[in-house]
């Protein structure tokens, strides 16, 4: 395949999370340039990101590759080694700082992300604003629905509408913003990740967002049942378990395997926290009593 479309595929199966589908449909392109040969890659090795294999990135990269490439074995370097965190930092900054190479999209797309991981909301927001895809764009609507602020995400949301109303990342950002607005809001959100996963494949992440969907409609038998699905597809998926631990919850099942075992594969998750300072709390309420 070759052409303005050939990596269409690549593209849409990354944004969904069919980070295999990506890779293997990324052999099938026969590029036409460079630029998008390095597209291609840059896609690919995110897949390999994503799916884990951080020192196959790292190897595979070498110091001569383009910026865009560089910047994809630096986010290797960083989940894979918590002691380079502040070396790549550095690195992500001075890059920034560069004119040569601060408008590259992936560069911003990779700095965002590791803003955003770091927990800098704003700079993550700042990096965004520099940028003009609509995978930047569609990550600013989901920062500012970390920071609760809908109201941002909804007027990013409809420049992104004007743009492309079609395209996947919209319609995920439709999707999340939908849920975040609740109420009838929900319903639409649910039709939209039914609909992706319908016309495409149905992965983890489209699983989850349709059980988040049936957990806010107090729909739990049916977010269970997504649940699972995504479980099925990948066991060691930190999202799917802590969305397993909810809905148990829900259906007055026991959560001790599924909570235990996100505490093993990502004991940084966001609910592995929550969880722990609730216990902290109970335990010095408890202590309180007992005195």
Known sequence: MSGPDALFNVHNSFYLGAYQQAINEASDVDCESDQERTDRDCFVYRAYIAMGSYQLVISEISEDAPTALQA??????YLDDSDKKESVLATIQDWLNDPACSSNQTLLVIAATIY????NYNEALK???NGNSLELMAFMVQLLLRMDRSDQAEKHLK??????????????ATAWTNLALGGSKVQEAFYVFQELGDKYSWTVKLHNGSAVCSLAMGNHE?????LLEALNKDN??????????????HLGKPTARYLNQLKMVAPEHMFVKKNEQMEDLFDKAAEGFSA
């Open 72 to 77: 994809v074995k630096l986010y290797a370097q």
């Open 116 to 119: 955003a991981a770091e927990g």
């Open 127 to 129: 990096i965004c604003h």
């Open 159 to 172: 420049a992104m509408s004007q743009i492309d109303d079609d395209a996947t990342c919209t319609q995920l």
């Open 222 to 226: 049916e977010a269970e049942k997504e």
């Open 236 to 249: 060691k998926d930190p999202d799917t378990l802590a969305n397993l631990v909810v809905s148990q919850l």
